[in-house]
């Protein structure tokens, strides 16, 4: 099965348990309080265990796997792009050691590189994080899977989703407002997310 799959999900935030059980296809929102927010993205790149439950990657079990060999990559609230860094090194952040052709690529495809010289705080907040998602995608082998971490207040992230979506990559939005979520044109996760004993 593609994309990315929550299967019987239990994680802790607040020192409440929480339990979501759904699959993303191409992509989802999940509405969540901020902390069961972090929380949740945390266990999906593999920063924190669940509870008990499973992350599946296309089909793969990833859940005992450590962040870096999961093919999921996160992308935080406003992007957490390195200020005194350009756009351009920002990407090639994200390859570890940089490769030039792989971060041009990069560029290319989320349109950045008229912006390849400019800091995070010469950009549009759209543009900050179609440059996180560059950085995400930026790695050896494209990940199956991006987590965007959007926040009532922060800039509306439908075009950093719309990028993700683009190159082939399921995206999961992890929200704190239904009606931001709606607006971003991904659907709802059906299975909302419970108090699990």
């Known amino acids: 099965m593609k994309g990315l799959q929550l299967h019987a999900l239990v994680w ?14 191409e992509s989802a929102v999940v509405v969540a309080a901020p902390a069961a927010g972090s929380a949740l993205a945390e266990v999906l790149v593999g920063l924190s265990p669940p509870v008990r439950g499973a992350v599946r990657l296309d089909g793969r079990d990833v ?25 351009e090194r920002n990407v090639a952040y994200g390859c570890g ?26 950009l549009s907040p759209v543009q900050r994080l179609q440059v996180a998602v560059a950085r995400a995608l930026c790695r050896e082998s494209l990940p199956g899977a991006i987590v965007i971490e959007d926040r009532r207040g922060e800039t509306l992230c439908r075009a950093a989703v719309a990028a993700a979506r683009g190159q082939d990559v399921a995206v999961l939005v992890i929200t704190d407002s239904p009606d931001r979520g709606a607006a971003l044109g991904v659907p709802l996760m059906p299975e909302a997310i419970t108090d699990a004993p």
């Open 63 to 87: 859940t005992g796997l450590p962040p870096g060999h999961r093919g999921i990559t996160l992308v935080p609230p406003g992007g957490g792009l390195l200020p005194h860094l350009t756009v």
């Open 12 to 25: 802790e935030a607040a020192g409440t348990r929480l339990r979501v059980d759904g699959g993303v296809t």
């Open 97 to 122: 050691r940089a490769h030039r052709s792989r971060v041009r690529r990069r560029l290319q495809d989320l349109q950045l590189e008229s912006v390849r010289g400019l800091r995070p705080h010469e």
